[in-house]
């Protein structure tokens, strides 16, 4: 099957072979009590790859293949309100108890499925870390879709807003050069740039083509005006430094009259593919994971 949108009045491909995505709960339990670093996500990040050195070429820079990294993980409280990460100037500790469930999201595409399950299978039996040994006790398969469709989980046609909630603190990337300043404005292209640029051909990233994918998620997806009061610049602490993201939740409401069947098709799998694999950089580490209200 080919996906594909329109540009310009040409035939667009997004895809020639659509790719299974997953996103999963995971629960783990340490024996003894653990003082965990401002941004736990990079303890999670340590854990899978100590359960399966083999993640090590998808999680670290200086052995990585992969660009963008095609997996996300976000570790969050049992009630899943509480997402683990510090907010500067916070005194907060993070921590995992003996004996309590920790539990993180991960989300991946289907081309690294069999390296996260050997280091899941190898949570069941218990991994050592941080002076404690983590097993695994729960395992849910939340979303399981192939992205790009032509018929996607999600449909824009009959929706008014949508609305993204971000749950840790997001790094937007910048659409149209590669910086690592990235950007600020909670305007939709600017927001869901890395996942457009992840189901789009990867010899069209930051061409005229892509661009005009952008300016259709803007165009259509029109950012309301109390956007600059429910988001905001946070600081957070990594790797001892505090450095500036976005983070709250901003309301887009979905233009009917310029949302083509292409178009709906574009955004529809866009926002499935930001459920599964967060928003912007830093993912693999916790960043940029969103929960998504369409109504």
Do not use: C
């Amino acid at each position: 099957m080919v996906v594909r949108v329109s540009v310009n009045g040409k035939r667009f491909i997004l895809l020639s072979s659509p790719m299974l995505y997953l996103l999963v709960k995971i629960g783990v339990v340490p024996d003894k009590d653990v003082l965990l670093p401002p941004f736990t996500g990079k303890a999670v990040k340590s854990l899978l790859m100590k359960a399966n050195p083999g993640l090590q070429v998808v999680f670290e820079p200086s052995a990585q293949t992969y660009s963008p990294k095609p997996i996300k993980v976000t570790p969050f409280t049992p009630d899943d309100k509480v997402y683990m990460w510090v907010k500067l100037g916070s005194n907060k500790v993070m921590k995992a108890k003996a004996g309590e469930t920790l539990y993180f999201y991960i989300g991946f595409k289907e081309h690294i499925a069999h390296l996260v399950f050997q280091a899941l299978e190898k949570l069941i039996d218990g991994v050592e870390l941080f002076n404690a040994e983590w097993r695994l006790t729960e395992f849910t398969e939340v979303i399981k879709a192939e992205i790009p469709s032509e018929s996607p989980l999600i449909d824009l046609t009959k929706a008014q807003t949508v609305t993204v909630e971000l749950k840790t603190p997001a790094k937007l990337i910048d659409p149209y050069k590669k910086t690592p300043y990235g950007r600020f404005l909670p305007v939709a292209g600017f927001l869901f740039a890395y996942n457009i640029g992840d189901i789009v051909s990867s010899n069209k990233k930051r061409e005229k083509e892509y661009w005009h994918l952008i300016n259709v998620a803007n165009a259509v997806l029109q950012e309301t005006h109390s956007a600059l009061e429910t988001v905001e610049r946070v600081f957070y602490i990594y790797r001892g430094k505090p450095l500036p993201g976005l983070f709250g939740y901003i309301k887009y409401r979905i233009n009917q009259d310029i949302l083509t069947p292409e178009a709906n098709i574009l955004l529809s799998n866009t926002i499935l593919h930001a459920q599964i694999m967060g928003i912007g950089s830093g993912r693999a580490t916790g960043f940029g994971h969103v929960k998504i209200k369409i109504t």
